[in-house]
């Protein structure tokens, strides 16, 4: 239900981002007198300086923690795998371009931003952990850990665009680019032990319930439960690495809009981009020996207006 959740807000999004774009294409096709006048004479090369400000939503994203985990009641590393999703809160981006017209429609441009989101919620969807003589447990439950703070993105693409229309006032285009992007999370906090605790209680029950002869999920008397849940939490001391807060990444965009040429010099745009980065890895240690490796991806949704000054 959660991808399907996932694939509607993605497929709202672009079909946002196509209505509105018509919105203003329509008129980009319609016939211009100066086009008329400057007929399919190139306008030569040019350079430009360009600031875009769009507006960012960055679809929920999945990750995968695995690692190794070691406690004060169990010394030997145990494996185990766990995964999340991350919400983010609607973000902002901006960014600056130095580019060239060729005169031909294609205009290539290099663009450095700066882009940040408040995250709204960190969700473990279930963990698998393997003991010895036991195997194999999977603890599916979800555990949603109290989290706030912003997740920032600093990155350089380098941009291919094509502009219909020359010689008109409207001129749609289309493009793709190719970049790094770093990703911080250090501004995002959340208890790295919560994420243990959550987890770990619900093993210990698991398995206090298996002691007992009874089958998972089972109702243990309250004193019972309670001194599970007391020990669990002595033996977690000091288990739970912190992750490092950035990778740097290869990420790349396509995107599509329309300029408006106010003056020979100035072109207003707007238009709608998808960025995705991918393979992000965050990784850590603690001095009992405990490791955390997360991997996930981003992918984001830009609805922006801009401006270009031409030489």
């Not at 809160?89 to 017209?101: M, N, Y």
């Not at 439950?141 to 989290?147: A, G, K, L, N, R």
């Not at 490791?291 to 207006?305: G, K, N, R």
Request: hydrophobic share 40%; proline share 5%.
């Amino acid at each position: 239900m959660r991808l399907i959740s996932h694939l509607k807000n993605t497929r709202n999004r672009m079909i946002a981002a196509a209505a509105i774009l018509a919105v203003f294409l329509l008129p980009a096709f319609a016939p211009d007198a100066r086009a008329a006048d400057s007929g399919a004479q190139a306008e030569g090369s040019r350079w430009y300086l360009g600031l875009n400000v769009p507006v960012m939503f960055i679809d929920d994203s999945d990750s995968v923690e695995t690692g190794q985990a070691v406690s004060a009641g169990i010394p030997i590393p145990i494996p185990y795998r766990a995964n999340a999703v991350t919400e983010y809160a609607t973000g902002f981006r901006v960014s600056g371009v130095v580019g060239r017209e060729f005169g031909t429609g294609l205009r290539a441009d290099a663009e450095l931003f700066f882009a940040r989101a408040e995250v709204d919620k960190l969700i473990y969807k279930g963990r698998t952990t393997t003991l010895p003589q036991l195997g194999t447990i999977d603890i599916p439950d979800d555990h949603s850990i109290p989290v706030s703070g912003s997740a920032s993105q600093v990155g350089a693409m380098v941009n291919l665009w094509y502009d219909f229309n020359p010689g008109s006032k409207w001129r749609p285009y289309i493009g793709a680019g190719l970049g790094l992007v770093r990703v911080d999370w250090g501004d995002v906090k959340y208890n790295r032990d919560e994420v243990a605790r959550g987890q770990a209680h619900q093993l210990a029950l698991i398995l206090a319930c298996q002691q007992a002869g009874q089958a998972p999920g089972c109702t243990l008397p309250p004193q019972v439960r309670q001194g599970v849940l007391m020990q669990t939490d002595q033996q977690l001391m000091g288990t739970v690495p912190d992750l490092s807060g950035t990778d740097t990444v290869f990420a790349f965009q396509i995107g599509a809009g329309v300029g408006y040429q106010y003056s020979d010099n100035v072109t207003l745009q707007l238009a709608y981009r998808m960025l995705k980065a991918s393979d992000l890895e965050f990784t850590g240690s603690s001095a009992m020996g405990s490791t955390a490796t997360a991997t996930t991806e981003m992918l984001v949704h830009l609805f922006e207006i801009g401006i270009r000054y031409r030489f």
